[in-house]
């Protein structure tokens, strides 16, 4: 029970503020160091013997695929959370990480294309992997096309909390798309120790960094709706 | 020169970290002009209600 006691705590708006406000200085720091340093590293890596320079796609296409992925994650947790237990900053939190997630994976899909071109010799092909992870985006642009689309806020996070929830069936198949089906992209190469520590270091950093970046505007978007919420409990007041 | 051309894959490396950097950009200006719009509009109703 202590988890969910800790968990009910900081997700009460207020000691949400400030807790994230305690926090904030400290992830927005870490951004900038991580991907500083990343793109130092990014740039200063030998060429791959297979794939060249190219190889320097890999540090902002990897940790885009990973953030899109874990944003959906968090979504799928916290549409759990507010269906189970009903708690309004679930809600909050999942609406606020899609568009984030949204971008993350639109660079994901670009950059891949952009890696794609110079060593499979096409922008995109509709294997497993790249299918599933468009299907990704639409199930982003899906979940807050719904949120827009129901006027009472209750009923609207309870609907796009089940298409997350629905949609969380997606991120196994993305994962393990490489494993189950023959596809033209790669399988998969960190946990496995196939990547050299040359290239793995910095794509760690630079994972890190868009990690930072993720909470850190996660966390300012979940300020911003409580505040937004709170100015439409005084209008209402006030009417 | 070289490091422009990166080895030939220029043409695919460079617009990928342009397009990645145009989208990390735009999504830390727009949240933090929302986050800013939300505060001013808090301000100006808590500065209304008596």
């Known amino acids: 029970m202590l988890p969910m006691n800790w968990l009910f705590k900081y997700a009460n708006p207020h000691n949400f503020m400030r807790l994230s406000a305690g926090l904030l200085p400290f992830t927005a720091i870490a951004t900038v160091l991580c991907l500083g340093a990343g793109l130092y590293f990014s740039f200063s890596v030998p060429p791959d013997y297979q794939q060249g320079t190219t190889i320097t796609l890999l540090f902002i296409h990897v940790p885009a695929d990973f953030m899109a992925i874990s944003a959906y994650g968090a979504i799928a947790a916290c549409s759990l959370l507010s269906l189970v237990w009903r708690h309004p900053l679930s809600d909050t939190a999942a609406r606020a990480a899609a568009p984030l997630g949204a971008i993350f994976t639109a660079l994901g899909l670009v950059t891949g294309a952009l890696w794609g071109k110079p060593m499979w010799g096409t922008y995109w092909v509709w294997d497993a992997r790249l299918t599933s992870f468009l299907l990704l985006l639409f199930l982003y642009l899906g979940y807050m096309a719904l949120w827009n689309a129901i006027e009472d806020e209750v009923r609207a996070a309870r609907a796009s909390a089940i298409l997350a929830l629905i949609g969380a069936v997606n991120l196994p198949i993305i994962v393990y798309s490489v494993e189950w089906w023959n596809t033209l992209h790669q399988g998969e190469s960190i946990i496995s120790g196939k990547l050299a520590p040359v290239f793995l270091w910095p794509l760690l950093i630079m994972m890190a960094g868009y990690g930072f970046l993720f909470l850190t505007l996660w966390m300012i978007r979940v300020r911003t709706e409580i505040l937004n919420r709170r100015s439409r409990t005084l209008m209402l007041g006030g009417a | ?50």
């Open chain 2, 1 to 50: 020169m070289s490091f422009w051309q990166m080895g030939g894959y220029g043409d695919f490396i460079w617009p990928a970290y342009g397009v990645s950097a145009l989208g990390l950009l735009a999504a830390i200006v727009w949240t933090l002009k929302a986050y800013g719009d939300a505060k001013a509009r808090l301000k100006a109703l808590e500065g209304k209600t008596p």
